[in-house]
């Protein structure tokens, strides 16, 4: 079990370029979420999925769009990287939504310039 | 005012030192409340869910005030394993597009 898997690791951008950042987890989870952390605010909420087919915003999701492409999959989009995007952002799996323990994926440092 | 604040740190402690952090909530309405642990450039994992009743597991406390709005986590006998950050989460409701509130974490250093 890989559990939850993100590509790329690092990426730079320059302002105005897009990205997708992948997500794929194996634990059969129904619900999945991408944040971001910046140093002194925690980790931030952009979007989530609660099950297969749907998805909703969460905290921080201007700049942001996302996909649940099948249960496995949730990718995220930047459509045109700002500085202010510069970030690790982490994907995150769980059961249920409303379950006790999300599993993180390694995390994607994104820099733009 | 942040929903949910931790004292960011960084604690140095010696090893086998007890070490205890609180974290506040401003939602009276937070459901359910849960500590995770973050190593350097790693991501958060799971260290314990914080029950009304108060939760031990082995060197790992965990206490819920909620009529001061706070959760706390003791740690005993500290081991040099233990330096981490320590994020506090508060799970706020089903009715709230932003469920799930992170703490910026608290630091915590142990020293040989």
């Known amino acids: 079990n890989a559990g939850v898997t993100q590509t790329p690791k690092f990426q730079v951008l320059k302002t105005g370029q897009s990205m997708t950042l992948q997500c794929a987890q194996d634990m059969n989870h129904n619900s999945m979420y991408w944040y971001r952390q910046d140093p002194g605010m925690g980790l931030r909420l952009i979007y989530y999925s609660a099950s297969e087919g749907t998805t909703d915003k969460g905290e921080v999701p201007n700049g942001y769009n996302v996909s649940r492409l099948n249960k496995r999959e949730f990718s995220l989009r930047l459509e045109s990287a700002a500085p202010s995007q510069t970030s690790v952002y982490f994907c995150?799996?769980?059961?249920?939504?409303?379950?006790?323990?999300?599993?993180f994926g390694p995390g994607t440092r994104l820099t733009v310039l | 005012r942040k929903e949910v604040e931790q004292d960011p740190g960084p604690f140095n402690v010696p090893e086998g030192a007890t070490v205890a952090f609180n974290c506040t909530y401003s939602?009276?309405?937070?459901?359910?409340f849960f500590w995770y642990r973050q190593d350097c450039r790693k991501e958060p994992k799971l260290l314990m869910s914080?029950?009304?009743s108060g939760n031990e597991d082995g060197r790992f406390t965990a206490q819920l005030n909620r009529a001061s709005q706070y959760i706390s986590l003791l740690i005993r006998d500290s081991k040099l394993s233990d330096s981490a950050t320590y994020l506090c989460v508060v799970f706020r409701g089903y009715s709230s597009a932003s469920k799930i509130i992170f703490g910026s974490g608290t630091r915590l250093s142990i020293r040989p």
């Open positions: 939602n009276s309405a937070s459901q359910s």
């Open positions: 995150a799996s769980s059961e249920v939504q409303e379950d006790n323990e999300q599993f």
């Open positions: 914080v029950y009304s």
